[in-house]
C-alpha cells in the first residue's frame, strides 16, 4: 500500500482504505486536458500501481484518439469546429433573408454609454481600453444599432441583420468564460408587435437547429444592459451552472430612444463557443476557442 503523502492525491485521511485511492492532481489534469470524461477521472484504486497503470492506459487511448481527430482535420474536414459553425450559422440566416454585416471591432466610450455603460457602471472594469475613449468591443449590438437606423431609412421592413465577429471582456477565465469570444447577434427590426415572442422562438430554433443543438430551454432572466431578457441554455452545467448560450430581447426598449430606434424590434446574441461547448459536451469552453493549445477540442501537446 502507498505511503506517499495525502496531499499528492487530494485525498487525506483515506490513503490506508481499500480502493479509496484517487487519482493524483497532477494526472487528473492531464486527463481533463485530454479530454477523458469526468466520469472516468473519479475511479478509485486498491494502491498507487493500480492507479498508475490505470492512468498509463487512459493517457494512450485518449492520444490516440486526439491524434486520429488530427488526422480527419488534415486530411478531410479541413475546417475547425469554430469555423465549421459560423459558416453554417451565417448560410443558415442569409437564406432565412438575413444580411450579413461586418463593421468595426474598436468602437467609442459614447456606444458603451448609449447602452447604459457609463463611466460608473462596474461593468467599464471588463473592457479592454484603447487610447482616446476607444476600445476594444465587448458586444456586438452598438454597431447593429447604428446600422439599423441608417437602414430604415431605405429598406423596407421587416429586415434582419446579423454579424460574426471577436467580441473582449475582462472576464475572469474558467470553465464558462473567455476574454475572447466569438459572438453572433442577429436582429429583425420592424417585427409587428403582436408576433415578437413568437418571432423570437422561431429564430432561436433556426439557430439552434443549424448549430446541432437539439436539446435547449427558453427561460427569461433579468440582464443589467437590457432589463428582462429570454436565456438559452443547452448542454451539461459547468460549474454547475446552466450553461447560457444565448441573451435575447426585444423593443421597443428604453435603449431604443438613445439609438433613434422607434419601430419593434427582436434581437439575439449566441456564443459560438458555448454552442460548441454544449453539442460536443466539452468540460470547459477553452476546448473550444481561440487557443494556442487547442485546435478543434484537442490538446495539442500529444
Not at 217 to 225: M, R
Not at 243 to 263: F, K, N, Q, R, Y
Amino acid at each position: 500500500m502507498s505511503t506517499s503523502a495525502p496531499s499528492q492525491f487530494g485525498e487525506a485521511g483515506n490513503e490506508s482504505q481499500p480502493g479509496s485511492l484517487g487519482y493524483t492532481a497532477t494526472q487528473r489534469q492531464r486527463l481533463r486536458e485530454l479530454g477523458v470524461p469526468p466520469e472516468n477521472l473519479a475511479t478509485r484504486f486498491a494502491d498507487d500501481h493500480a492507479r498508475d497503470e490505470a492512468f498509463a492506459e487512459l493517457e494512450r487511448r485518449w492520444t490516440r484518439t486526439g491524434r486520429a481527430r488530427l488526422r480527419i482535420l488534415r486530411e478531410q474536414t479541413r475546417e475547425t469546429q469554430l469555423a465549421q459553425l459560423t459558416r453554417v450559422l451565417a448560410s443558415s440566416l442569409r437564406d432565412a433573408g438575413f444580411v450579413q454585416v461586418v463593421t468595426p471591432t474598436i468602437i467609442g466610450r459614447e456606444a458603451l454609454e448609449k447602452m447604459g455603460i457609463t463611466p460608473s457602471d462596474p461593468l467599464t472594469e471588463q473592457i479592454f481600453w484603447l487610447a482616446d475613449d476607444r476600445c476594444l468591443r465587448p458586444m456586438l449590438a452598438p454597431n447593429l444599432y447604428t446600422l439599423m437606423r441608417k437602414l430604415a431609412r431605405v429598406w423596407r421592413q421587416p429586415f434582419g441583420l446579423f454579424e460574426v465577429g471577436s467580441c473582449f471582456r475582462r472576464d475572469t477565465k474558467g470553465a464558462s468564460h473567455l476574454n475572447e469570444f466569438t459572438m453572433m447577434n442577429l436582429v429583425e427590426l420592424g417585427t409587428p408587435m403582436e408576433r415578437r415572442d413568437e418571432r423570437l422562438r422561431e429564430l432561436a430554433a433556426l439557430v439552434m437547429g443549424a448549430a446541432g443543438v437539439t436539446s435547449y430551454e427558453l427561460v427569461h432572466k433579468p440582464s443589467v444592459v437590457y432589463g428582462d431578457t429570454v436565456d438559452i441554455v443547452a448542454g451539461p452545467p459547468i460549474g454547475g451552472e446552466p450553461l447560457e448560450v444565448c441573451s435575447a430581447a426585444m423593443g421597443p426598449h428604453p435603449l431604443d430612444d438613445a439609438w433613434g430606434i422607434t419601430d419593434p424590434w427582436v434581437g439575439l446574441g449566441f456564443g459560438l463557443e458555448r454552442l460548441l461547448v454544449a453539442r460536443e459536451g466539452y468540460p470547459n469552453i477553452e476546448r473550444a476557442g481561440r487557443s494556442l493549445s487547442y485546435i478543434d477540442g484537442v490538446r495539442l501537446n500529444i
